[in-house]
């Protein structure tokens, strides 16, 4: 038997094994190369910009120099840069509160579309809130509640309505933290002369805001639309957030309601006009993973969607529609937050006040008609 027939013996089809092996080999290396190259294609398609190249119609490519005229480069967001007030900074420190910026790690991951917000956050500084660091597990009550701060917004046309409310909470007795966003510099001085350990003021322009709501309008719509960011800003300080609208009057503890069931929802809301549109007029959002992340996609609504400019309470009504964020939500009766147009009714009123916790002027005109319907029913707690 010669060497070629033992082969053959032993191992059968080995030389013819070979061969195929061999061609196997160059087929996946053409087919790697053939990736390869398609792979830098598309990948130049889209960063056209980085590698210099622009790709033509014809789909040969030639290379340029960068920034050529022909590369669309996308245009980032933009935000308005806060101007850091030192001065009151220095005053609040001087009546001892400790301020501090908004903590730079934000206790959840930034959406990417959001990392301009991120950067402009890390600036905003809130007034005797320190970063607290809470897990989303943690459990509180009535008797051992959460850190939270009750959040509200004013301009120079509500400061009586404001001091309204505050009376009626004064009458309730209740020593929960106040942080009221002062819009404009008349309001704010007026607010600041009036700082107590409870209830702090911050002028809004001290915050930077992103895309739209960084918008120079001074409407009142605006204003309101700017509260999610100041949210924001303090969930991510850890602190819940209770967000009342100030042409309200409150006659019942309506926390008492948030902390007899904690456990059971993430957010707590008045109702609007229409069953379960969400009326900001009370709204309590949990320090947690997903409600931070709920309120990122309101704001991200709020300052970069294309289209109509929406009211805060719109966009709000859309993404608790669609609650992606799976969120345990409660709306609360309208026989305790009923609408303006309830409370302000003496037919429902009649009825219904005692049921009460907070009554709402919304539906009612601007300061002036509140104040006036405010009178008619006997909730205007301070002299003229
Ligand atoms: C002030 O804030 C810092 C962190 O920002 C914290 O370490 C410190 O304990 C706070 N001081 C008081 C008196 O709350
Ligand atoms: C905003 O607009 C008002 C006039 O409408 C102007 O007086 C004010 O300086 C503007 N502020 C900024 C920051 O551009
Ligand atoms: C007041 O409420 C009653 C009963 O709910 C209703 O019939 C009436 O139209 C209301 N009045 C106004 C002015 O809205």
């Known amino acids: 038997m010669n060497r070629r027939s033992v082969l053959s013996l032993i191992c059968p089809g080995r030389l013819l094994t070979v061969r195929m092996f061999v061609t196997v080999l160059i087929i996946q290396m053409v087919v790697t190369l053939l990736i390869v190259l398609s792979t830098r294609y598309s990948d130049a398609t889209r960063k056209g910009v980085e590698l210099g190249i622009v790709i033509r119609g014809n789909g040969r490519h030639k290379h340029r120099p960068h920034h050529h005229p022909e590369v669309e480069v996308p245009e980032r967001p933009k935000f308005k840069r806060p101007s850091i007030d030192l001065n009151a900074i220095n005053k609040f420190r001087k009546l001892g509160f400790n301020v501090s910026s908004?903590?730079?790690?934000?206790?959840?991951?930034?959406?990417?579309?959001?990392?301009?917000?991120?950067?402009?956050?890390?600036?905003?500084?809130?007034?005797?809130?320190?970063?607290?660091?809470?897990?989303?597990?943690?459990?509180?009550?009535?008797?051992t509640p959460p850190p939270f701060v009750i959040l509200t917004a004013t301009d120079k046309n509500?400061?009586?309505?404001?001091?309204?409310?505050?009376?009626?909470?004064?009458?309730?007795?209740?020593?929960?933290?106040?942080?009221?966003?002062?819009?404009?510099?008349?309001?704010?001085?007026?607010?600041?002369?009036?700082?107590?350990?409870?209830?702090?003021?911050?002028?809004?322009?001290?915050?930077?805001?992103?895309?739209?709501?960084?918008?120079?309008?001074?409407?009142?719509?605006?204003?309101?639309?700017?509260?999610?960011?100041?949210?924001?800003?303090?969930?991510?300080?850890?602190?819940?957030?209770?967000?009342?609208?100030?042409?309200a009057v409150w006659f019942k503890d309506p926390v008492k309601l948030v902390l007899d069931e904690y456990d059971k929802y993430d957010i707590w809301l008045a109702q609007g006009k229409q069953a379960r549109f969400p009326c900001p007029c009370f709204f309590y959002m949990k320090s947690t993973s997903v409600v931070i992340k709920m309120v990122y996609d309101w704001i991200e609504r709020l300052a970069y969607y294309g289209g109509k400019v929406e009211t805060d309470q719109v966009a709000l009504s859309f993404i608790l529609a669609a609650n992606k964020r799976n969120l345990g939500i409660k709306y609360f009766d309208y026989y305790e937050f009923p609408i303006g147009k309830q409370f302000f009714n003496w037919t429902w009123h009649d009825q219904f006040a005692d049921r009460v916790y907070i009554a709402h002027g919304n539906h009612l005109g601007r300061s002036v008609g509140k104040v006036s319907k405010f009178k008619e029913f006997k909730v205007w707690l301070i002299d003229d």
Do not use: C
Not at 104 to 111: A, L, Q, S
Not at 116 to 124: G, V
Not at 164 to 175: A, C, K, P, T, V
Not at 220 to 242: A, C, H, K, N, P
């Open 158 to 247: 509500f400061i009586d309505l404001a001091e309204n409310w505050r009376e009626s909470i004064r009458r309730l007795g209740l020593s929960y933290d106040v942080l009221l966003m002062a819009e404009d510099e008349e309001s704010h001085k007026y607010f600041f002369e009036r700082t107590t350990e409870r209830f702090r003021t911050v002028l809004s322009t001290q915050f930077a805001l992103p895309g739209k709501l960084a918008k120079n309008i001074s409407t009142y719509q605006q204003l309101i639309r700017r509260r999610t960011v100041y949210i924001l800003s303090i969930l991510q300080s850890g602190y819940d957030v209770l967000l009342v609208d100030i042409d």
């Open 102 to 143: 908004v903590h730079r790690e934000p206790m959840i991951p930034v959406p990417s579309k959001m990392a301009e917000l991120k950067e402009a956050l890390s600036e905003n500084v809130l007034p005797g809130l320190f970063q607290i660091f809470r897990t989303d597990s943690q459990q509180f009550t009535y008797d």
